[in-house]
């Protein structure tokens, strides 16, 4: 009884992320290049898509999307039945919002970092992360390349924080709106490798395209998700960085 309207919302979904998908990598290139520091004046490297995208790192996005949509089905169902914990109602205090966006962010890049550490061991990379490293310089599609493996664990997250986090469905869309621009901002090409941006430092705490793009370059450094802390403290962050 459930599994049609579980195949209906995954079909429209997966038309979602594809729509989500087009739209992120075709303006925030532009909108990154525009900002303070990232053009070519004043020594600061553009950050901009300078690559084709490779049809590797496409198809795996396609398939990948497929296992987030089945699991954003999935969420939707479960909170039709009232089996999550996410928030619908108005009247939260105003400063919930903020805690619980900055809160998800530093738990996902805490897991993260443990996850991306494992998948580049030796006995998991080729089944579950290699597609990812298939390109050794991203492009926006690199971003949501994933194999079926990391694709689950990384939908597996969002899917577990609405079952196990009490958290606002406005909360919830804005972190992964962020997520998703992110990760393409993340896998944009850095004109000149070793001038990173000033716009995406900010105190050199922040990750963007600079600091993960080394990571696709030396696989064994910098495998931070949004911030640098758990690089600096575990000591893989590239020094150049």
Do not use: K
């Amino acid at each position: 009884m459930l599994l049609r309207p579980l195949l209906s919302l995954t079909l429209g979904l997966e038309a979602i992320l594809l729509a989500r998908t087009l739209v992120l990598i075709a303006l925030i290139p532009p909108l990154v290049g525009m900002l303070p520091g990232a053009g070519a004046t004043g020594g600061a490297a553009p950050v901009v898509q300078t690559r084709r995208p490779s049809g590797h790192d496409i198809a795996l996005s396609l398939g990948s999307s497929w296992i987030f949509a089945l699991g954003g089905a999935v969420v939707i169902q479960a909170d039709r039945l009232g089996l999550t914990r996410l928030i619908h109602e108005p009247g939260s205090p105003w400063w919930l919002a903020p805690l619980e966006f900055v809160g998800v962010l530093l738990l996902q890049d805490t897991l993260f970092y443990g996850l991306h550490r494992l998948m580049h061991h030796r006995l998991c990379y080729r089944w579950l992360h290699q597609g990812h490293h298939h390109s050794r310089h991203p492009t926006g599609w690199t971003a949501f390349a994933f194999d079926a493996g990391e694709g689950l664990l990384q939908a597996g997250f969002l899917v577990g924080v609405v079952f196990l986090i009490p958290l606002q469905s406005a909360t919830l869309l804005a972190l992964l709106l962020t997520m998703s621009a992110w990760a393409v901002v993340n896998h944009l090409d850095p004109a000149q490798e070793s001038e990173a941006p000033r716009s995406e430092r900010l105190g050199g705490w922040l990750i963007g395209p600079t600091h993960h793009g080394l990571h696709h370059r030396r696989p064994g450094r910098n495998f931070g998700l949004y911030f640098t802390f758990w690089d600096r403290f575990c000591g893989t962050a590239e020094p150049s960085v």
